[in-house]
C-alpha cells in the first residue's frame, strides 16, 4: 500500500487544473490539508476582508472534496508543528504543494518547512501553477516558456484517495486571530463558483469595452473582469483564465470591441506573472528600494497624521479621498486608481512606500504579493527603471470622473460645490463653508508638492553610479520578446502615459 501523501493547500483553492493535486493523487492516498497560520494573519499586510474570502473559498473547497469522498482537513498552528503531527500520527513520508511567491514570512516559513522535512526524511515536492519560474537564471526566454505552460492542456480533477481517520480543527473567527475589526460592505465574495460566474460574464457580457472602460473607477467596475481575488486565492487557475480568454479570441473575430478588449486582457494576465516573477526572483522588494540609492528619499517615519488621512479619504483632494473611501468600503480598485492613490501618496504626501505599501495590502481583498510590492515601488519611483509619473489627482478627477458621479457618490459633504469646483474645492469663493468644517483642507498644494518631489527624485537619478546600477536592474527584471516578437516590459515611453500599470483583472 502507497504511504499516504499530505497535500497542503496554500494559494491554489481548487481541485481542476493543479498540477500539484494531480502529482499527490498519483502517489497515494492523501491528507487534503488546508493550515490556518496564526502569525501569518499578524503579518502587516493581513485582513479581516482577506480572512472572509478565504473562509468561504475553503468551505467550497471543502464541498468539492466531500463530492469526492473526502473532505478537507482544517488544522489551526504552526506548520512545522501541524505537519510534524501528521508525519507521527499517520506516517505521511511525502508532502506535496505548489510553489508560493508570498511575503517575506511564507518564505521564511517555506524554509523551515523545508528544513523540517528534510531532517525528518520527508520528501516534499513543489510544483509550478503558474508561468512564474523558480530558480530563474535570466530573463532570456521566459516570455515563451511562460507561453508555453499557459497553452498546455488543462488538468481535470484527478480521482483521489483519501487517508481515513484524519481530525480537522473548526474554521476560527477572525477575531480569534487577532485581526482588527473589517467592515467592507461591498466585498468580493470568495468560492470556486463565484470566480466561473465571473469569468463567463466577463468575456461574454461584461467585457466587450474593457479596454476603453477600465480607467476609469465608475465604468472599471463592472467593466473588469474583476477575477483578481479569485487568481490570488487560486480559486481559479491562471492557466484556464487564460485559455478561456484564447476560446473567447477566436469567437469574437469581427465583432465591435471585443477582440481589442479580449487581448488587453490576454496581456495583463501575462503583466501578472512578469511582475511575480519579480517577486520571486528578488524577494527583498518588499523590504527595500529595488534601486538602493533611493533609501532614504523619504523619511523613514511617516507622518502620522498624512498617512491617517490618505489611507481613510481624508487628504482634502477629492478624487483621491473618493477613490481611498471606495476601497475601504469594496476591498477593490481600479488598477488605474491604485496607481495614482499610491502616487499621490508617495509624490505629493511624501510618504515612505513601506508605511503605505501595507495599508493598501490589507485593503485589498486580491492583495498579491508578487504583484503589490512591485507595483508600489514603481508608482513609488524607487525601481530605477521606470518612467517617474506623477499623477495630477485633479487631473485624474476631470478625466476619469468628468460629472462628478463617483466623487459625489463617496464625498457627500460636497453636495453643494457646483460642479466646475468639485475636484478643486478650495477655489470655490464659498469654499470656508465646508473646507475646515465637513471636510478638510487639502493636505498639500498639489503644484508645488508634485514640483517638490520631482526635483528630488531627478536628482537621485542624476547621482554616480545610478545609470550602472538601474542597468544592472533592467538586465535582472525586465522581461524580453515573447514567442509572437512583442515585448512585455517595464520601461514606458514619456508619450505613453495610459499603459503602465493598467491590471485591471
Request: charged share 25%; glycine share 8%.
Amino acid at each position: 500500500m502507497a504511504d499516504p501523501v499530505i497535500y497542503w493547500f496554500k494559494r491554489d483553492l481548487r481541485l481542476k487544473d493543479s498540477p500539484a493535486l494531480t502529482r499527490a493523487a498519483e502517489m497515494g492516498p492523501v491528507i487534503p490539508l488546508y493550515i490556518i497560520e496564526p502569525d501569518l494573519w499578524r503579518q502587516t499586510d493581513a485582513s479581516g476582508r482577506q480572512f472572509s474570502f478565504l473562509c468561504e473559498s475553503l468551505a467550497v473547497l471543502d464541498a468539492a472534496l466531500r463530492q469526492t469522498g473526502g473532505a478537507l482537513v482544517v488544522r489551526l498552528g504552526d506548520a512545522v508543528d501541524v505537519l510534524d503531527s501528521l508525519r507521527q500520527r499517520h506516517g505521511a513520508r511525502h508532502l506535496i504543494s505548489h510553489e508560493e511567491t508570498g511575503n517575506a514570512w511564507t518564505y521564511a516559513r517555506d524554509r523551515a518547512v523545508g528544513d523540517w522535512a528534510r531532517g525528518q526524511g520527508v520528501e516534499w515536492h513543489e510544483l509550478a501553477q503558474s508561468g512564474v519560474v523558480r530558480r530563474l537564471k535570466g530573463r532570456d526566454g521566459w516570455a515563451a516558456r511562460r507561453e508555453r505552460f499557459i497553452r498546455q492542456r488543462q488538468l481535470p480533477v484527478p480521482p483521489l484517495r483519501f487517508v481515513a481517520g484524519v481530525d480537522s480543527d473548526p474554521l476560527p473567527d477572525a477575531a480569534t486571530l487577532g485581526l482588527a475589526e473589517d467592515p467592507c460592505p461591498d466585498r468580493q465574495n470568495g468560492g470556486r463558483g463565484v470566480g466561473l460566474a465571473l469569468l463567463d460574464s466577463f468575456l461574454h457580457t461584461r467585457g466587450r469595452d474593457y479596454r476603453s472602460a477600465m480607467s476609469s473607477p465608475l465604468t472599471g467596475e463592472d467593466a473588469c473582469s474583476r477575477l483578481s481575488p479569485h487568481l490570488a486565492f487560486g480559486t481559479l487557475s491562471g492557466r484556464e483564465v487564460a485559455q478561456a480568454g484564447m476560446a473567447r479570441a477566436r469567437e469574437v473575430k469581427g465583432q465591435r470591441g471585443w477582440p481589442g478588449s479580449v487581448r488587453s486582457f490576454q496581456s495583463r494576465l501575462a503583466w501578472r506573472d512578469h511582475f511575480m516573477q519579480k517577486l520571486e526572483d528578488e524577494p527583498e522588494i518588499e523590504w527595500r528600494c529595488l534601486h538602493p540609492a533611493y533609501e532614504g528619499l523619504r523619511p523613514s517615519e511617516p507622518d502620522a497624521a498624512r498617512l491617517h488621512a490618505w489611507a481613510t479619504g481624508q487628504t482634502g483632494l477629492p478624487f483621491v479621498d473618493a477613490c481611498m473611501r471606495y476601497l475601504n468600503h469594496t476591498g477593490w480598485l481600479n488598477f488605474r486608481m491604485r496607481s495614482m492613490v499610491m502616487a499621490v501618496a508617495s509624490y505629493h504626501l511624501w510618504l515612505d512606500w513601506r508605511a503605505t505599501g501595507p495599508v493598501l495590502a490589507r485593503l485589498f481583498t486580491d492583495y498579491e504579493p508578487g504583484i503589490h510590492w512591485s507595483q508600489v515601488q514603481m508608482q513609488s519611483g524607487t525601481t530605477g527603471m521606470n518612467t517617474i509619473r506623477i499623477y495630477n489627482p485633479v487631473k485624474q478627477g476631470h478625466d476619469q470622473d468628468p460629472d462628478g458621479i463617483f466623487t459625489r457618490r463617496w464625498l457627500p459633504e460636497l453636495a453643494e460645490v457646483p460642479d466646475e469646483y468639485l475636484q478643486e474645492p478650495w477655489l470655490w469663493p464659498q469654499a470656508g463653508r465646508i473646507l475646515g468644517r465637513t471636510y478638510p483642507e487639502p493636505l498639500v498644494d498639489v503644484k508645488q508638492a508634485a514640483r517638490a518631489a520631482r526635483e528630488a527624485v531627478w536628482a537621485v537619478r542624476k547621482g554616480e553610479g545610478f545609470r550602472q546600477t538601474a542597468q544592472a536592474i533592467v538586465q535582472k527584471h525586465a522581461s524580453r520578446k515573447d514567442s509572437s516578437g512583442h515585448f512585455i516590459r517595464d520601461p514606458e515611453p514619456r508619450h505613453a502615459p495610459d499603459r503602465q500599470m493598467k491590471f485591471d483583472l
